[in-house]
């Protein structure tokens, strides 16, 4: 495929069938045909000069169901606000945001009560924070977790333009919980939205190279055992976690944001759904 349009060869191959056709490929045009109203227009004059008997079965397939369309009873209209909230996020992510929130809740009880690490020098809510919407993340796009991932990979719209929404939907539900739990144990803002931040942008960033959730379990494995397990060891912050850190978190994010703009062609091929 071309920057801007499909190839006639791919577009010839889809509308006869071809099985040489590679599955990326298949996937990849069939993102850009929602989109493209030539490309579509090509692929039907393809598919009459091409594949005759596939023009004339929907044809007569059409002729069949238009009377039935006709008399049958239309479906009744969905909930404005059901709609818009099916397109950020599904069903299935609902437990793992609710469960993000009830670990930051206990954390920032834990917090409260003195007794996250055995001393009151390191917040929990600070050392969780920029895992949380990472797990969130990987939850709205795990193959083992979403009964419908099949469905979903499958669909034209299964790019970048759906991780992006459905990361979006995580982050304002994990983010305000963070903020109460910021604010309670002291912590200012800085010192756990810019990890938290930059961990997400970073797992869609690597999403496009091993799958959104390698990512996220490669991610929180590292985080755990060069940031989490000395932490709770030494019974301190470390420089990770304190104020002096925070330039590097930013240029995390920064290098996270730049790869996934750079790279946001990768998710329209089927590697990055995994």
Do not use: N
């Amino acid at each position: 495929m071309s920057v801007e349009h499909a190839s006639m060869r791919i577009i010839d191959g889809y509308a006869r069938g071809d099985t040489d056709l590679a599955a990326d490929e298949m996937w990849a045009l069939e993102a850009h045909l929602e989109a493209c109203g030539l490309c579509r227009d090509r692929l039907s004059a393809a598919v009459t000069a091409e594949a005759p008997a596939v023009a004339s079965l929907v044809d007569t397939v059409w002729s069949g169901l238009e009377p039935q369309l006709a008399t049958a009873v239309p479906m009744p209209p969905r909930r404005r606000w059901s709609a818009r909230l099916s397109a950020w996020m599904t069903p299935t992510m609902v437990p793992w945001l609710a469960m993000a929130v009830g670990v930051t809740l206990i954390a920032l009880l834990l917090d409260v009560v003195g007794s996250g690490s055995g001393s009151g020098d390191v917040s929990l809510v600070l050392l969780l924070a920029p895992v949380l919407p990472v797990l969130g993340v990987a939850a709205s796009w795990s193959r083992g977790l979403d009964p419908a991932y099949e469905l979903t990979a499958s669909v034209p719209r299964a790019g970048l333009y759906l991780v992006l929404r459905r990361t979006a939907s995580v982050l304002a539900v994990v983010v305000p919980a963070l903020l109460v739990g910021g604010y309670v144990t002291g912590v200012t803002a800085a010192q756990w939205l810019l990890p938290c931040l930059a961990f997400t942008s970073t797992t869609l960033a690597l999403g496009g190279v091993v799958g959104v959730t390698r990512a996220a379990v490669a991610l929180v494995a590292v985080w755990a055992a060069v940031v989490v397990a000395p932490t709770l060891a030494a019974s301190r912050t470390t420089f990770a976690l304190q104020t002096d850190g925070l330039p590097v978190w930013e240029l995390i994010l920064a290098l996270g944001i730049g790869v996934l703009i750079a790279r946001r062609g990768a998710y329209s091929v089927l590697g990055a759904h995994q």
